[in-house]
T-cell receptor
């Protein structure tokens, strides 16, 4: 699976959009971009995933650049409950192997 | 959505005790489940892959005789930490995938504290 790079931490004001970047410059054509988050003392929660088109669901939007070398997870209106560690993971979706987690980005949302 | 249930959520026990953690997929069948361990302020580390009806595959450095994994049905995998010691204290998290191409879903973890 391709390596990803994320900033270690970010701050966001409550109610504002949180834009979390992820670099995956070595991504290959059949690898998807997955985003998970982990709220303190809980298991990771699936957020969204995509291949090359932008994706949106009830939790977030995922914007993938045209060359697929980077992506941004957008939480449109961050709340205090969105404070968590956010993980960007690249993998072949058909693979039967486990997700491998990097260090992620610690997002702190404050009022 | 898919739910993975993990039990117990917290265990405190004496050194030398064996501890069993259960992981269930509640609304789907999971031929493959995964076990992770997480130490404070660190990321999740994959311990092993559990396949229904066959032996688990352990990651390098994880002792298979120490961490016994059983995946007897399509909805249940168990991790037994045998003869636990204080250094085994950690947050253990299980995960399951509904099928190929589906996202992995995670349990809420078990915090194990060995005194």
């Amino acid at each position: 699976d391709a390596k990803t790079t994320q900033p270690p931490s970010m701050d966001c004001a409550e109610g504002r959009a949180a834009n979390l970047p992820c670099n995956h410059s070595t991504i290959s054509g059949n690898e998807y971009v997955y985003w998970y988050r982990q709220i303190h003392s809980q298991g990771p929660q699936y957020i969204i995933h995509g291949l090359k088109n932008n994706e949106t669901n009830e939790m977030a939007s995922l914007i993938i650049t045209e060359d697929r070398k980077s992506s941004t997870l957008i939480l449109p209106h961050a709340t205090l409950r969105d404070t968590a560690v956010y993980y960007c993971i690249v993998r072949v979706t058909q693979a039967g192997t486990a997700l491998i987690f990097g260090k992620g980005t610690t997002l702190s949302v404050s009022s | 959505g898919a739910v993975v249930s993990q039990h117990p959520s917290r265990v405190i026990c004496k050194s030398g005790t064996s501890v069993k953690i259960e992981c269930r997929s509640l609304d789907f069948q999971a031929t493959t489940m995964f076990w992770y361990r997480q130490f404070p302020k660190q990321s999740l580390m994959l311990m092993a892959t559990s396949n229904e009806g066959s032996k688990a595959t352990y990651e390098q450095g994880v002792e298979k005789d120490k961490f016994l994994i059983n995946h007897a049905s399509l909805t249940l995998s168990t991790l037994t930490v045998t003869s636990a010691h204080p250094e085994d204290s950690s947050f253990y998290i299980c995960s399951a995938r509904q099928g190929v191409g589906q996202p992995q879903h995670f349990g809420d973890g078990t915090r194990l504290s060995i005194l």
